[in-house]
């Protein structure tokens, strides 16, 4: 499955994310992939752990081809780099699999 196509979906399976939130921190994170949807603005939604146990949800939009989340399945090891904007906001720019996995 590339990703669930909606929150409700992801709630019918059993799935709760209350409990991730956006990252605020950047740098480079190892990380597993818990779960993926579509978001409503051409996005996806990505729901991670981090090593230090923080359950953390970023985006991936269409013009960086998702940074290649819909690909990646459920349970993969991912090293993910996020890097603050002027804004001030952490976005998250580039997805890697951790090849010592």
């Known amino acids: 499955m590339r990703a669930y196509s909606s929150l409700r979906q992801l709630e019918e399976k059993g799935i ?10 950047d ?4 990380a ?4 993926k949807r ?4 051409r996005n996806i939604l990505a729901y991670f752990t981090f090593e230090d146990g923080s359950k953390i949800m970023a985006s991936a939009w269409q013009n960086t081809g998702y940074l290649g989340i819909p690909e ?4 993969a090891m991912l090293m993910l780099t996020f890097e603050r904007s002027k804004n001030g ?3 998250l720019r580039k ?3 951790n090849e010592g996995e």
Do not use: A, H, P, Q
Request: charged share 40%; glycine share 10%; with cysteine.
């Open 72 to 75: 990646i399945e459920e349970g």
């Open 16 to 25: 709760c994310v209350d409990e991730y939130l956006t990252n605020e921190r």
């Open 95 to 97: 997805v890697e699999r």
């Open 38 to 41: 579509w978001g409503k603005k």
């Open 32 to 35: 597993r992939l818990d779960c």
């Open 89 to 91: 906001i952490s976005y």
């Open 27 to 30: 740098g480079v994170f190892k």
